[in-house]
């Protein structure tokens, strides 16, 4: 019995049966869940059956097998691809140009913001954010939380009580290293930041302290994990909603939320207002360069777009939809950080602006190989030292014997 | 005439034995070189090889690497410290345990050696419920103390990892050493301790030269295997220390970088195949040292007599320190079991977590049905169980024709070629060799469509050095004189293995075959590499739901893996002696 069901599953993935094969998140619109592809099916008119989703652990497991398959590709659409992997994605060429005439509804700076010359085309998008569970962390307990700034989590010893995510391996854990390198700066690459210092003295003064996990979910258990002891994380903007707007595991609209987000203050500038610094993050949509099935893909990618599924993704994949025609509902609204604010306003102040594309592009593997360095807290040479002399030891002792 | 004819039909079955042996012969090869050999060869000139800029500047780069050099370093130096606190508890451990004669001895000698044959994801979960933050260890410290910061903090430190591998690997030490301490020649003891020699001197000259090869051969082993160590590093201590395992397992999957994963996996197979030919040669003189020797350590009984009270004092000390080993070495695995009845959330049943398996229902976190990755891990299991047979049953017959010849205790070149060909798989760590076989096949579309052979065929070739030592060691103990008579007498070589050898080795082709079922039942590393997303198994299920926030389900499914994995070592136990996988 399972032997054949393996060989059914196996052979799904590229059978010729396949009108599309799209590559995405397992997350993707699954939370409560929404079915795109019976959507999509019923909208289109291709079966279910010739609809081939492959679920990926997360985005970067969808941008090496992209770049691995890129001679051959078998998937004709890529989801979930963000601003900061489109510039692997397009040193690779592992896209193809698309002007999908639903771009007409997505707001142009999300456009421009993500990739202008529209490899990726936006469909959600939210800002990085400090997520904290109300019931441990307040401002009556921690009166800092409220302007916080990186800063006041060295200062205020929060980073006991942070979880982020490891960059190296989850997106919004890319999104909080880029966060602290657009606010402090990286001197060796003459980049002032926000604040004209170093991000690595950062991370150095935080890492003893911090729990660095793999992926948002591993994050997520230790936050909700009360023993652990830590009451704040490194997600969305959007999160607070999911407490309240969920339909099994919110509180309900109109109850107090049970958690809040914040992103960071810094205001070097001495404005009379209270300034907003915040990493925003893009999510896109892609059609796979030398696609098997293109002309299907551009009609799935036109749709992806439209209002009928966008309306979908506040309450199913909690992030804000990039139609802004899409219907945002007052419960999701209420209770998330909005990140068009820091688009469109200028009171806020979205990182991206000062972090480049061409910054990131020319400095991100530096910046991961460099974050990566920062952590190790000991002496190679103590290592090779000990290693030398047990070697020379046991070599002695078994020369002695003969 | 008569004389002419037989000569004839000799002469003729002669040349059928050589025509089977060395279809047998080929049949080896060719597996071993498309499914090994090419591999290893495509991991070496993606090693030497780049696309983008100068070799030497990218091979240097990759070697002048702060991350490498220090992941280079931790994991030498993890391994260094681990096997020597390993050393430090399992040598007296085995000496009390070899010395001392009490009620329940073998049994405490079984339960010592389960964790070593649990599959490394299990020994994980036991350890994250018993020592994790919200463990048995530390909320109990927390409740007695009243303080918030924990007793021992495993993530992202080097005690973690160095702590979970000395509660791995404990059980080798101790299991090699009992039959060291128990073999010492005790009448050279005796002899030097009448000519007048103190303790430290009995102990330096004649007790230590003894045990010494032993000790050598068993740190080795758990040197290896700490060295070649990944899901405990993965997930504990990544990303603040990694092994070389982790460091090319990320290279791969996560930031495509072939060149920098295959240098580094040509670095970790020089190192690892060093080892193993140091382990080889120090095994087989522990070996000779322990043939035909029986044991004659005068064991002792505990006393309690009310005069000598400095002995109960130290008999007393023995039995706390076997308890504690005890605990420490079990108590994680119970944790496991009674964990995975305790329910997370108040109105669960203390079988949800078997429940929701049973049910069948898709776990989110996982996108797959329980009982699709149980059917996964057995059938693979049964296939690679069976492979590894054929092949070992092949190797075994190859290196064991040499009967047949006339010159008859010559090794022939076809035994020495394999048994040399058959070292370098053992020396082959599951990532270095995951690596190899994605580079030659990632491009086929039978890895695309069907990615369980390659599943199936690493965990044949992790498994047959196992089955192959197995089935040797039941063929040693039989008498060659009957082959030869048998051959004498005109029986072909294939009906000599036929009605011969085969019946009397039949019990090691089980216990290999057990052995080969077990390691592939438990076995994550290759298999989380070759097939993350598309193929899992029981183990990956573990690893990938062993965060959310009901342990139950992921703790049921570790539960039983226990329950297979014990049944099968009980069998093997009954049926013969349990060998140490290198």
Redesign the interface.
């Known amino acids: 019995m399972f032997p054949s069901q393996a060989g059914v599953q196996a052979s799904e993935i590229n059978a010729e049966s396949n009108s599309l094969v799209i590559y995405t998140y397992e997350t993707l619109l699954n939370d409560p869940g929404y079915d795109f592809v019976s959507a999509y099916a019923s909208y289109s008119g291709i079966s279910e059956e010739e609809i081939n989703v492959v679920y990926m652990e997360d985005a970067n497991a969808i941008l090496s097998k992209a770049i691995l398959e890129k001679d051959n590709p078998s998937a004709d659409v890529l989801i979930g691809l963000d601003n900061v992997m489109i510039h692997n994605a397009k040193a690779e060429e592992i896209l193809e140009s698309y002007n999908s005439p639903s771009l007409e509804n997505i707001s142009s700076t999300l456009i421009s913001n993500l990739d202008s010359e529209k490899y990726l085309l936006p469909y959600d998008y939210g800002i990085i954010a400090l997520w904290y569970d109300l019931n441990r962390i307040n401002s009556t307990t921690n009166p800092e939380i409220q302007y916080l700034e990186l800063e006041d989590i060295l200062t205020y010893d929060l980073d006991k009580k942070l979880i982020v995510e490891d960059p190296t391996l989850s997106s919004p854990g890319l999104g909080f290293l880029l966060w602290t390198i657009a606010i402090y700066g990286d001197p060796q690459i003459d980049f002032e930041g926000v604040l004209g210092e170093d991000w690595r003295d950062w991370w150095k003064e935080a890492k003893e302290d911090l729990r660095i996990a793999s992926s948002w979910s591993d994050a997520f258990s230790i936050y909700y994990t009360h023993q652990e002891n830590r009451p704040i994380m490194v997600s969305y903007g959007t999160s607070p909603a999911y407490d309240v707007c969920h339909p099994d595991y919110g509180v309900g609209e109109g109850n107090p939320p049970p958690s809040a987000a914040v992103v960071s203050h810094e205001n070097p500038t001495a404005l009379p207002y209270i300034r907003q610094n915040a990493w925003l993050q893009i999510e896109g949509i892609g059609l796979v360069s030398g696609a098997p099935h293109s002309a299907e893909a551009k009609k799935f990618i036109d749709w992806f777009l439209n209002k009928e599924l966008q309306d979908n993704i506040p309450l199913n994949n909690w992030m804000y939809p990039a139609n802004i025609e899409a219907e945002i509902p007052s419960c999701f609204a209420a209770n998330s950080i909005d990140p068009s604010l820091f688009l469109n306003e200028s009171l806020n102040f979205v990182l991206n602006d000062i972090l480049t594309p061409n910054l990131i592009k020319n400095n991100l593997d530096d910046w991961l190989n460099d974050w990566e360095a920062e952590l190790v807290s000991f002496s190679p040479f103590v290592i090779v030292f000990l290693s030398l002399i047990t070697t020379t030891v046991v070599f002695v002792s078994m020369k002695k014997r003969k | 005439m008569l004389v002419s004819q037989r000569k004839k039909t000799f002469e003729r079955k002669a040349l059928v034995n050589k025509f089977t042996i060395a279809l047998a012969i080929i049949f080896l090869l060719s597996f071993l070189a498309s499914f090994f050999y090419l591999p290893l060869i495509r991991i070496f000139q993606y090693g030497f090889s780049s696309e983008t800029g100068n070799l030497a500047i990218i091979l240097r780069e990759i070697i002048t690497?702060?991350?490498n050099?220090?992941s280079?370093?931790?994991t030498?130096?993890q391994a260094?410290a681990s096997t020597f606190i390993c050393l430090i508890i399992g040598l007296p451990a085995g000496y009390f345990l070899a010395k001392y004669e009490f009620k329940g001895k073998k049994l405490l000698i079984n339960l010592l050696t389960i964790p070593f044959v649990l599959p490394p994801i299990v020994v994980l979960s036991g350890f994250l419920v018993t020592y994790g933050?919200?463990g048995w260890i530390?909320?109990i410290w927390?409740s007695l103390t009243n303080s918030?910061s924990p007793l021992i903090s495993i993530?992202?430190t080097?005690e973690g990892v160095i702590l979970a591998h000395v509660f791995y690997n404990i059980s080798v030490i101790i299991r090699i050493t009992i039959p060291a301490w128990q073999n010492i020649d005790y009448d050279q003891v005796e002899v030097s301790r009448t000519l007048g020699a103190n303790k430290r001197r009995i102990f330096r000259k004649i007790i230590r030269?003894q045990i010494?090869n032993h000790v050598?051969a068993a740190s080795l082993l758990v040197f290896v295997y700490t060295f070649n160590s990944f899901a405990i590093v993965?997930?504990l201590a990544?990303?603040?220390?990694q092994t070389i395992e982790v460091l090319i397992y990320?290279s791969i999957?996560?930031?495509?970088d072939f060149t920098e994963a295959s240098f580094l996996a040509i670095i970790q197979l020089i190192l690892n195949s060093i080892i193993i030919i140091i382990y080889i040669l120090f095994d087989r003189k522990s070996r000779q040292s322990a043939e035909g020797k029986e044991s004659n350590l005068k064991t002792t009984i505990f006393q309690f007599s009310k005069q000598k009270w400095n002995i109960i004092i130290r008999n007393l000390g023995v039995i706390f320190f076997l308890i504690l080993v005890g605990l420490f070495t079990f108590l994680p695995i119970l944790a496991v079991i009674i964990r995975s009845f305790i329910p997370d959330k108040v109105g669960n049943s203390a079988f949800y977590g078997y429940q929701e398996f049973f049910s069948n229902k898709e776990i989110?976190?996982l996108?797959a049905n329980p009982l699709?990755l149980l059917?996964?891990t057995?059938?693979i299991a049964a296939i690679s169980t069976v492979v590894t047979l054929l092949l070992s049953l092949i190797i075994v017959f190859i290196l064991r024709s040499r009967y047949q010849s006339i010159k008859r205790y010559k090794t022939s070149k076809a035994e020495s070629l394999i048994s040399y060909l058959i070292i370098l798989p053992m020396a082959t760590s599951s990532i270095t060799l995951a690596t190899g076989v994605y580079l030659q096949f990632?491009?086929t579309?039978l890895f695309?469509?069907?990615?369980?052979i390659f599943v199936i065929i690493s965990h044949v070739i992790i498994s047959v050095p196992f089955a192959t030592r197995s089935i040797l060691a039941a063929y040693n103990r039989i008498d060659v004189e009957l082959l030869n008579v048998a051959s004498t007498l005109g029986a072909s070589r294939t009906r000599i293995f036929r009605k011969i050898e085969l019946p009397m080795i039949y019990k090691g082709i089980i216990v290999g075959g057990l052995f080969s079922f077990a390691i592939s039942l438990g076995e994550f590393g290759a298999t989380y590499f070759l097939a993350?997303?598309?193929?899992k198994t029981l183990s990956i299920g573990i690893y990938d739901s062993i965060?959310?926030?009901t342990m139950q389900i992921p703790l049921a499914m570790a539960s039983l893996l226990i329950f297979v994995t014990i049944l099968c070592f009980y069998a093997i136990h009954r049926l013969g002696e349990i060998e140490l996988k290198v």
């Open positions: 690497d702060k991350v050099l220090y280079l370093a931790f030498f130096g260094l933050n919200s530390n909320v927390k918030s993530f992202g080097i030269p010494m050598i993965l997930k990544n990303p603040y220390y990320k999957r996560v930031s495509p989110s976190v996108n699709t059917g996964n057995l059938w990632r491009n579309s695309d469509n069907a990615v369980w993350r997303e598309d193929f965060s959310t926030q």
